[in-house]
């Protein structure tokens, strides 16, 4: 790989970190703003990239903000050649276009092109994760109306199909209770114009987990296993460590971490799991990236997700993972109105001493968008919760 | 006052932080950073404006940066026009400019003018707090020769001479052993001149200590007492809580309350005692924004000094300025050679677990500049201190 800028993989070598390095996000979103707090608390510079045209909350805190297509090798490649290191904030982007990318440029990418090709797509990626032994929930791919059938009658209905390429919270899935609902939702997914759609047996599951894993090219650091609370397909809150016994917990730990050797990339992965009513831990997601279920950390843990992501993604030492309260809660304030974000907060929510609010800046609220969030820190993890969502039922944005 | 942005003070009426609302910060350094990142926390927007020409941590982190004169109304009143609210981040600046901008603007300035009037003149400043009751190291205005034998016959030699403006890290101090030497000095720094010079008697002290207070127009919040390490005249560390009787930490808070009631403001003080070995609790000097002395709060507390300056200024709920650990210890980290800054750690340092590293981003390095600091939790000041002292002695800047 040239050494373009000069400082390039410097840190990994010496633990050095040369002056004006700069470390440049793929999206500019909340996820690349967190994390570049974090940039920024080690005095590194922060470039952002992103394919939006509307105001995203890297855009007021970063003086380095280029917009272009995630398609345009040529563009992302002159981005790339201003930073040191390059990283994701989305999945949104082709492996192979990251891979033109660091070879053009000779800046190195994290998650690499190589591990992120291994889950990009998600056919791809439960056949990744099941060659390496992680249990994984049945699925197969669809190519049609057979297959469909075929599915149906071997796991049951309803069942779960999905777009293998670019959906989130609920976006390119649906759940199908008979063949022509599935065959339908096939043809709206975009199976007939040769999208891989694929079919996932419906879990009965108990709780949905969630593990935190950061790896810098040398070690692993593995977070608590935490529990996600959804509604209607978007996270609503996290609560660690989960609720579900300790042998349950070690489990998907132990996993992630198996599941983060398969990916062998430096930076922060979540890996998302469901725990079913007979014990079983199957693992359901992954992103290659710091992720909603990790924002408890910020406060929950002795170092942050977004810290310990910009550490491994750098080569630096990555920082203790352990809890700082025996209970950690995470509200994401999700946006009550379609108007322009006025964030109204009540005087005891400002005022709880173990309460921590994060807003991300955005100027648009709408119905359900996530404009911000509210960690509590204490001691019993339901007490907890159930303060934290008192506190945050009144917030309007 | 006139509602010129329109979402002026809107904040401290109603809990609402309206889209876009900007704080400006009156200096672009390392505490401006720090602020502004417990602003980008928030969600709120920061502008920045500066007498340097040179690159600050500002200007890495922040978009809208501007450089000007302190001396120049209409250029600050432009930027002020542009913020919902200023604050300062060093005292380099007259008061009555502070309240020209202000009225010219109607941008809310905190600290106000009218609290930081009593404290830019050292002399002021003393009879400020003197008059409130609070015991302040002795002193007396110097207008010549004969004021300075007067002083030398009544508090004996060596005394300390300061300007009363604009000194800082031993800057515009000097300890003086004989009327020729403090003759010499007092021309030097100005006294023929015009400025305003003081005496003081020189203070045989055990330990040099510090409290922040913050105050958001309704309540007062005030941090532990801790201990400030110096070495000709910077301070290189901070051990909190101070290792002094339980008495004394007590008497030093409740000594900064009682200053923080006489100034008034909103916003976080910090104020610096001298405790002497016959157990008086002496006030020494304030400082009107977030000081060297509190970032062992931004993990060390609950809420850090930078997160409550910010919700203070702004009229928010003040966060809880509990300790976090029993000991929590700072170190800054000096420059240590003239040179483009590359930040040479040890992994031991970077792999500590309750260590948490600040890089302040500067692009120059310079012998005994501040360039970072480290923050070391744990449980027994003593041990902390000397583990965080052999962690950062090998560290090259």
């Not at 890297?58 to 201003?82: L, N, R």
């Not at 990744?128 to 049945?138: D, L, R």
């Not at 810098?216 to 460590?241: D, F, K, L, W």
Request: charged share 20%.
């Amino acid at each position: 790989m040239t050494d373009i800028k000069g400082s390039k993989s410097l840190i990994t070598e010496s633990h050095t970190i040369p002056a004006s390095f700069t470390i440049g996000f793929l999206g500019a979103g909340q996820l690349a703003k967190m994390s570049a707090i974090e940039a920024y608390r080690l005095g590194i510079q922060v470039a952002a990239y992103t394919d939006r045209s509307s105001q995203e909350p890297m855009h007021y805190m970063c003086p380095m903000v280029t917009t272009g297509s995630f398609e345009d090798i040529k563009a992302m490649t002159e981005f790339a050649q201003k930073c040191d290191v390059l990283t994701l904030e989305n999945e949104f982007i082709e492996s192979s276009v990251l891979e033109q990318v660091q070879i053009n440029s000779g800046t190195p990418i994290y998650p690499s092109p190589e591990g992120f090709a291994k889950i990009e797509n998600k056919i791809v990626e439960k056949q990744s994760f099941e060659e390496a032994g992680i249990p994984v929930t049945p699925y197969k791919q669809i190519h049609g109306r057979e297959d469909l059938k075929d599915f149906g009658h071997q796991y049951g209905w309803p069942f779960v199909l999905k777009s293998s390429k670019g959906g989130y919270d609920g976006y390119g899935n649906a759940t199908v209770s008979d063949l022509d609902e599935a065959a339908d939702m096939f043809t709206k997914l975009g199976g007939q114009n040769g999208h891989d759609i694929l079919a996932e047996a419906f879990i009965d599951f108990s709780h949905e987990l969630a593990v935190q894993v950061a790896h810098n090219g040398r070690e692993y650091s593995v977070y608590e296993c935490c529990e996600t609370v959804q509604s209607n397909h978007i996270c609503v809150a996290v609560v660690t460590p989960a609720r579900v016994p300790d042998s349950i917990k070690k489990l998907a730990q132990k996993r992630a971490l198996q599941a983060m050797e398969v990916l062998g990339t430096r930076g922060i992965v979540a890996f998302e799991f469901f725990y079913t009513p007979n014990g079983d831990v199957l693992l359901n997601e992954s992103a290659p990236r710091p992720h909603n279920s990790g924002h408890y950390s910020i406060e929950g843990c002795v170092t942050s997700q977004f810290e310990n992501h910009i550490r491994a993604v750098l080569g630096l030492g990555v920082g203790s993972t352990e809890l700082t309260h025996p209970a950690s809660v995470m509200i994401n304030l999700l946006g009550t109105q379609n108007r322009t974000a006025q964030v109204e907060f009540s005087e005891a929510l400002l005022s709880e001493p173990n309460g921590h609010l994060h807003m991300y800046g955005k100027v648009q609220s709408k119905i359900g968008r996530k404009m911000g969030h509210f960690t509590l820190l204490g001691n019993d993890s339901t007490r907890v919760y159930e303060r934290a969502m008192r506190l945050t039922e009144s917030v309007q944005i």
